[in-house]
């Protein structure tokens, strides 16, 4: 029984992860460019496909990686602000949202045309074993998931707190105007939100296909739970992305064991709404004033 | 046809504007014949209708090589349901309007129950890929399959679970769509009868990533063996997920989870897992072999059962045609009744079959286990109407 | 004059639609049939979001529980013409339940929550499907023929043509409607209320009557289309109703002209039709346009956005906006 609790608690933390390292992609964006990013799927499913590119020439898989970082900046990084969110941006949050969403079905379907319909098994670069702890069987993989968010999610916070660009960002994000007043320049902090999202989408892409496996629509899914985790941890804190993640993560196992799997889907959403209703801000978000 | 279907659209789009372009031109070239493939090529029936559709573009390539059907080229037109049932209904119309001589797909069985009354309406003989049982139950003289009905297939499963594997208790594992409800519906029925008991019946998503609750649900039931019907995605992340939590039971499938898509993305997981498969490349029947170095050679990969069915459904269309010496619908559709096709006469079909009254057909299947990463066939079972 | 040239124009389009179907083929008239049901759906979205200015993303959950209630109805025994008012009251009704989180929560967060409605709905038609068929569609539990094509005065409307004429019917009717609506107090309100709440409130509006009425209206005309919708597909399950679809709906209001009249008959005639229309005119050298079509489809609705995010509508503006 217990041992049965924890190994659903292990696999789903590992799941939540994952789905925190895009959902705190979400809040950056949305922070400093009242970006919702409804592409946020495709933004991790892309560069899976430049990755498999990379290696499909006979690239070692750590310089496909990095090459493949490079490129995601470019692409989701400078090309997405400069082409779609600064054109958008004071129009107001809809037509963005709108948008995101034609560019997802865009790259959705380019990338479908270049490399097809079919799954694809992507090299991982965890370690592929099991051990047992008190009975509980542990992959390496999961435990290195899991360190990895933690410890991206841990040094992004500490950069934002600690060093004077991550303030400058931050104060960017909270208060543009002001920080135009202190000589901050928005639009570069700005630029350094997108260059973040855009790597750390890379960095779940790597994480995430060798189990989700690389495919043109993966990217809905996962989006769709990044999103609920962000919402549920609060759209304005990084930390809250991962607690909603992980939570999101576990409770979608409990369900699926001890409720009604057929529901199991349905168990984030409940929370979602729960939470959007009586703590709109998010479990762990600061409220936002609401504007006249 | 390309210039009706833009003249069509102007005519949507321009309304009166456009009369003069909008009227239908209905006639056809008279040295080509037409086909219309409405398929999965997005979606979550991407890999079976992709796969559907390059099995019925190489038969079509290898058949206008050899002079076409009676002379005429094979035209084909391929239309995507993005796996979405109302979109498939929408296309077969749009079809129909083209005026085909057969219509092929779809392959998901919702797809195909939402949309066969459209063909049956127009009279139109249409190959499906589908194996709910509901597809030919309904009474419906224009439609034929190319594989096995679930309730086809799952006795045999039922039995191979009863007799050799001996299991006395079976978990079922299955995905919340169309394709898994009916086979575990079906499954149910059959493992009921033989009085093999279900221990647990698990739902899962369609996309679901995380198997850890279900694999460990029926892992607690503490069944003899586990059946496990998925689509292809999803069964080679639960076969990574069985073999982690140190699953030791026999796994069985049903065609899909010891195909070689699924045996391709699971890597080592899928070693060991035994199961039933109607059509497999890996079958010891030269014909099959060769059909699947050529269908490599053409598209680079490796064909699934739904390859296999797409071709053998146009070298049907081919071999019925032949037969009757013309191009006449309601004469095709009259002469599948009760008809047997044997390689000798067709070897485009690859294995000799007979179709009943209804739709239905019957031959040859395997027995399978993925030894190596490899599938292997172990034992050849007779059609069901001789064993 | 401008009044009139805009009677002339949309009288030519009317004619336009009534004798377009004697130039299309089946498939095209059932095209020009799902326009005129999505485009009611859509004016529903409109008003929600357009005019009342409360985002809502479950106007496909609508569409569905009309669906789905005047199948079941008609099932049961009850006539299609007492069904459809009745399914429309049930989605008003609903409409009214979703409006309260919009009380407490707004903009955004809004969405937020109505998505999650909607993927609730999407998956309770699923699963249970002693009611609703589930996956295998309407035909499990009403039969292979599915959901019946009315008649009217005795006259069977089994005809696709037939039924286009209905759906169009119920689209000038529902047209009709709302611009009575906007043109009422009401109306005035709803905008007052997306402008300035706060200064509504000060006008003695009651805001929380008119936060909920706009999302039941929005809902309830939503649920009228889809209770023409099930008789229109005749079998169908659970995949219209989901997410995707809810936001294709709010894609066509905005490509349209969010909180412009005629954006949303623009909006679902560009999301409908587009998709079809490029898979017939993409050039061939580009390779099958089955493969095409959707990538054109989401970079054109992009550049779109991009260029004017008011919509197409807005595009006079722009152009306007541009030549000063």
Known sequence: MFADLAQLTISGLATGAIYALAAMGFT??????STINFAQGEFVMVPAFIMLGFLGIGMPLIFAFALTLAASALIFGVGFKRAVVDPMIRHGVLPLAIAAMALSLALQQGVKLVFGAEARSVPDILPDGVTRIVGVAVSYRDVGVLVISFVLILGLQLFLARTLTGRAMQASAQNPDGARVLGINVDRMILYTFLANAALAS???????????????????????????AIIGGFNQMHGALAGGLLIGVIENLTGAYFAPQYKDAAALVLFVIVILFKPEGLFGRREERRV | MAKTTRREALGILGGAAAVGLARPAIAQQPQTVKFVNVVELSGAGVTSGTNWRDGIELAVRELNAAGGILGRRIEVQHLDTASNPGQA??????????????????????????????????????????????????????????????????????????????????????????????????????????????????????NQVDFSSAVLRAKNANA???????????????????????????????????????????????????????LTVNAPIPAIQDFSRRFQAAFN???????????????????VTKRLGRFDRQAFAEAMKNIRITTADAPGVLMDVSYDDKGNLDRDSFLVEVRNGRQEVVAVLPPIGRS | ????????????????????????????????????????????????????????????????????????????????????????????????????PALRVQHHYLAFATLGFNVLVYLAIRNEDWLTGGSMGIGQVMGFAGMPRPSIFGYSLRRGIDFYYLCLAMLCLSTLLVWLLLRSPWGRAFAALRDNPVRAESLAIDIRAYTLLAFAIGAGLAGFAGAFYAPLVQLFDPSPFGLLESLSLL????????????????????????????????????????????????????????????????????????AQ
């Open chain 1, 28 to 33: 950056l964006l949305w922070q400093t460019s």
């Open chain 1, 203 to 229: 960095i779940a892409a790597l994480l995430v296909t060798p189990i989700y496996l690389a495919k043109f629509d993966l990217g809905g899914p996962l989006g769709l739970k990044a999103f609920c985790a």
């Open chain 2, 89 to 206: 209904r929408a296309l077969v119309t749009r079809a129909i309007d083209q005026d085909p001589y057969i219509l092929f797909g779809p392959v998901f069985s919702g797809s195909v129950m939402v949309s066969m009354a459209v063909a049956q309406e127009a009279r139109m003989p249409q190959f499906t890929g589908g194996e709910a049982t509901a597809i030919t139950a309904q009474g419906n003289p224009y439609i034929f399959r190319t594989s096995f009905s679930q309730v086809q297939a799952m006795p045999k499963v039922a039995a191979y679970l009863k007799d050799q594997v001996r299991a006395q208790s079976v978990s079922i594992i299955w995905v919340n769509n169309d394709f898994g409800k009916g086979g575990r519906d079906a499954i149910m029925a059959e493992l009921q009868r033989r009085g093999v008991r279900v221990a647990i019946d698990v739902s899962t998503e369609q």
């Open chain 2, 224 to 278: 003899d063996a586990l059946f496990v019907y998925l689509n292809e995605d999803e069964s080679a992340r639960i076969l990574r997920e069985i073999r982690r939590q140190g699953y030791d039971k026999p796994i069985i499938g049903e065609t899909v989870l010891p195909s070689q898509q699924v045996i391709e993305l699971a890597g080592d997981a899928a070693n060991g897992i035994r199961g039933h498969v109607g």
């Open chain 2, 301 to 319: 990969r490796i064909s699934d059962h739904n390859g296999i069915k797409g071709f053998f459904a146009v070298h049907v269309v081919n071999a």
């Open chain 3, 1 to 100: 004059m401008r009044t009139a040239l805009r009677i002339a124009a949309l009288v030519a389009i009317l004619a336009a639609l009534i004798v377009a179907p004697q130039y299309l083929r089946n498939y095209g008239i059932y095209l020009l049939s799902l326009w005129s049901l999505f485009a009611i759906a859509a004016m529903g979205l409109n008003l929600t979001l357009g005019y009342a200015g409360q985002m809502s993303l479950a106007q496909a959950a609508f569409l569905g529980i009309g669906a789905y209630a005047v199948a079941l109805l008609v099932k049961a025994g009850v006539p299609f013409w007492v069904g459809v008012p009745l399914a429309t009251l049930v989605a008003f009704a609903v409409g009214l339940l979703l409006g309260f």
């Open chain 3, 251 to 322: 894609l066509m209001v905005v490509v349209g002209g969010s909180g412009r009249f005629w954006g949303p008959h623009i909006g679902a005639a560009l999301v409908l039709l587009l998709p079809h229309w490029l898979q017939a005119l993409l050039p061939a050298w580009l390779g099958p346009p089955d493969q095409w079509y959707l990538f054109v489809f989401g970079i054109a609705v992009l550049v779109l956005l991009t260029w004017c995010p008011g919509g197409l509508l807005a595009i006079p503006d722009r152009l306007r906006a541009r």
